[in-house]
């Protein structure tokens, strides 16, 4: 089994490769949020700018409805919703 960075990576190239389409709304939030979080890259929302566009605000929630995750969970919850929407195992 490969190690946790090397799934992660590879989840992510699957992940990138999906029609977003195919993918319920909420479950791209929390690839969003779980992704965010696991290369610290927390998103940078403009002031106030959840209160006036709605795509922006349920990014916000997502993100920070993680609060509290580490970024050892947040890997392995991001490679766990990207086996269940491809239905394989990334190892």
């Given at each position: 089994m490969k190690g946790l960075e090397e799934r992660f990576d590879k989840a992510y190239q699957i992940a990138s490769a999906i029609n977003q389409s195919q993918v319920p709304p909420d479950v791209m939030l929390r690839l969003y949020a779980y992704y965010k979080l696991a290369t610290k890259d927390r998103p940078r929302f403009p002031e106030k700018s959840y209160e006036t566009n709605i795509r922006?605000?349920?990014?916000?929630?997502?993100?920070?409805?993680?609060?509290?995750?580490?970024?050892?969970?947040?890997?392995?919850?991001?490679?766990?919703?990207?086996?269940?929407?491809?239905h394989e195992t990334i190892n």
């Open positions: 922006n605000a349920f990014k916000f929630n997502a993100f920070t409805q993680l609060k509290g995750t580490s970024i050892t969970e947040a890997k392995i919850e991001y490679i766990k919703i990207v086996e269940s929407i491809t």
